[in-house]
């Protein structure tokens, strides 16, 4: 009789290892940096670049493609969050959510951040926020646990270029998330 191998993933700390199946409980949290904008307005105001349509575009494929869909997307009210948001909503297609703005989540630390992910509905199995810098890094490194994907982590702690996201895996409840707590599975720049 064969016998069937199922998939795990290798867990590393320090010099011990040991090996965990894949949960299947886990909620995804998307978070993503505006793409480029220009410059020569007022911060609030500035729009995306041609190359910004173009990247928040490629960034909206790439998660359908992943299969990183948000049921709830959470955008600063900036217009250059607010277009990256309508660019990805637009390669997101029908299984794109209604954004809602969010004013806080404009130049916002780290901790602003933490408190959308504190204030959305339990029922919510995949949220997406899109904001700026140094907020969306900053919260991206304190979220990831130290036994995230090491390449998405690497990825993540050497920039966050416009358009960037990163994809975490969240156990329990939003409003329990905590420094440290969600897998980092998947970083990418456009």
Sequence with gaps: MLSRRLPCRRVTLGVMSEFSLPRHDAKTLIIMRH?????????????????????????????VQQGFVPEMLVSSAALRTRQTTTWVSEALGEKAPTASLDERLYNAPSS???????????????????????????????????DSDYEALMDASHGFSPSSVA????????????????????????
């Design 112 to 146: 602003a951040l933490l408190s959308t992910v504190h204030r959305a509905p339990q029922g919510v199995q995949a949220l997406m926020l899109v904001a700026h810098l140094p907020g969306v890094q900053d919260a991206a490194l304190e979220l990831a646990r130290p």
């Design 35 to 63: 793409a480029e904008a220009d410059w020569g307005l007022d911060d609030f105001n500035r729009p995306l670049t041609r190359r910004g349509h173009a990247q928040a575009s490629s960034a909206g494929r790439w998660l």
């Design 167 to 190: 994809v975490f895996d969240v156990f329990g409840d939003w409003s329990e998330l905590t420094t440290a707590t969600a897998f980092l599975k998947a970083f990418k720049a456009f």
